[in-house]
């Protein structure tokens, strides 16, 4: 099992940037692939940004591509989701997940990820 804790969260300012954290335990996350996704009420769970478990591509949702930039630090069992230039619609719950061990594509499905955080609320006001 692994657990997943996000943080990092708050209200910020549009054009304004957040760094959210998501603190794993219980295994290792080295080979995982891990990801963030977000959600806003009544919609389904959206595909933000993910990074595979070795060296390879990461992959971002359009809407964000060129602001947020996902990273891992394998060392600290911590992933990482740097948002800069915020916009009002990056407004959700942010979460932070882990699956598909030893792949080296990642996916954009929620479903196959394996391991999910509680969420961290991200607002960004106009």
């Known amino acids: 099992q692994v657990q997943l804790v996000e943080s990092g969260g708050g209200l910020v300012q549009a054009g304004g940037s957040l760094r959210l954290s998501c603190a794993a335990s219980g295994r290792a996350i080295t080979p995982y692939v891990m990801g963030w996704f977000r959600q806003t009420p009544g919609k389904e769970r959206e595909f933000v940004a993910a990074?595979?478990?070795?060296?390879?591509?990461?992959r971002y949702a359009d809407s964000v591509k060129g602001r947020f930039t996902i990273s891992r630090d394998n060392a600290k069992n911590t992933v990482y989701l740097q948002m800069n230039s915020l916009k009002p619609e990056d407004t959700a719950v942010y979460y932070c997940a882990a699956g598909m061990p030893y792949l080296a594509s990642v996916s954009t499905i929620a479903s196959r990820y394996d391991y999910w955080g509680q969420g961290t609320q991200v607002t960004v006001s106009s």
């Open positions: 990074i595979p478990w070795t060296d390879g591509s990461t």
